[in-house]
T-cell receptor, first 120, second 111 residues
Framework: GAVVSQHPSWVICKSGTSVKIECRSL??????MFWYRQFPKQSLMLMAT?????????EQGVEKDKFLINHASLTLSTLTVTSAHPEDSSFYIC????????????????FGPGTRLTVL | SQQGEEDPQALSIQEGENATMNCSYK?????LQWYRQNSGRGLVHLIL?????REKHSGRLRVTLDTSKKSSSLLITASRAADTASYFC???????????FGSGTRLQVQP
C-alpha cells in the first residue's frame, strides 16, 4: 500500500488565495522530504529539499516566499502556495526519504500520489 | 534543473514489439531509477540500478547503465497496450542526494 500520502489530491482555488498541501510518510520517519512540480506533458522539476527542523533548500528560480515549506515533524511536510495565480496551476508531488527506522531501508525514497492545483 | 535528456521524446509501437528508451544525465550519481507515470497520475517505481552495476533485469524490463557515457537505457520487451505511459529516468545525485528527473519518453503501445 501507499507509504506516502498527500492531501488534498486536488484543489481548485481563486487567484490570490493561499493553498496548503500536506505530505505525510505513513509508516516511516523521513528526515528529508522533497517537493516537485510537474506542468502538463513535462517532467518533474525539483522545487525544494525539506529537512526536519531546519529551513528548506530551494532550487534556483523557485521563490521561497511564494512556496513556503514547513517540515515540522519526521512524518509531515507542508507546502503552502501563497497568493496563488493561474501560472501556479500544476501537479505538485512530494517524496520522502527514509531515516532507516521502522523497517524501511535508510535513504530509500518514496513518492506521494501528487496534488493537482488549479488556480482560477 | 533536470538531470538530462531522454530520447525519444515520444515512441509509438505495436503490441508485442520491444520499446527502448534512452536517458543521459549530467552529474555524478549513486544510482539511476526508472519510473512510469500514467496520464495525470502519480509515479510508479520500476527499477533501480546502482552506479557500480551495468545491467539489471526485472520481468519484462531490462536496464543498462554506462557511467562513462553518463547514459542509461530501459528496454520493455513484448510490450502491451497497458504499458502506454510516460517513462522517466531519475538520477540520485551524489552531492545533494536528491532525485532529478530526465525529460521523459511518452510511449504509446497500439493494440
Amino acid at each position: 500500500g501507499a507509504v506516502v500520502s498527500q492531501h488534498p489530491s486536488w484543489v481548485i482555488c481563486k487567484s490570490g488565495t493561499s493553498v496548503k498541501i500536506e505530505c505525510r510518510s505513513l509508516d516511516f520517519q523521513a528526515t528529508t522530504m522533497f517537493w516537485y512540480r510537474q506542468f502538463p506533458k513535462q517532467s518533474l522539476m525539483l522545487m525544494a529539499t525539506s529537512n526536519e527542523g531546519s529551513k528548506a533548500t530551494y532550487e534556483q528560480g523557485v521563490e521561497k516566499d511564494k512556496f513556503l515549506i514547513n517540515h515540522a515533524s519526521l512524518t509531515l511536510s507542508t507546502l503552502t502556495v501563497t497568493s496563488a495565480h493561474p501560472e501556479d496551476s500544476s501537479f505538485y508531488i512530494c517524496s520522502a526519504r527514509s531515516a532507516g527506522t521502522s523497517g524501511r531501508a535508510h535513504n530509500e525514497q518514496f513518492f506521494g500520489p501528487g496534488t493537482r492545483l488549479t488556480v482560477l | 534543473s533536470q538531470q538530462g535528456e531522454e530520447d525519444p521524446q515520444a515512441l509509438s509501437i505495436q503490441e508485442g514489439e520491444n520499446a527502448t528508451m534512452n536517458c543521459s544525465y549530467k552529474t555524478s550519481i549513486n544510482n539511476l531509477q526508472w519510473y512510469r507515470q500514467n496520464s495525470g497520475r502519480g509515479l510508479v517505481h520500476l527499477i533501480l540500478i546502482r552506479s557500480n552495476e551495468r545491467e539489471k533485469h526485472s520481468g519484462r524490463l531490462r536496464v543498462t547503465l554506462d557511467t562513462s557515457k553518463k547514459s542509461s537505457s530501459l528496454l520493455i520487451t513484448a510490450s502491451r497496450a497497458a504499458d502506454t505511459a510516460s517513462y522517466f529516468c531519475a538520477g540520485m545525485d551524489t552531492g545533494r542526494r536528491a532525485l532529478t528527473f530526465g525529460s521523459g519518453t511518452r510511449l504509446q503501445v497500439q493494440p
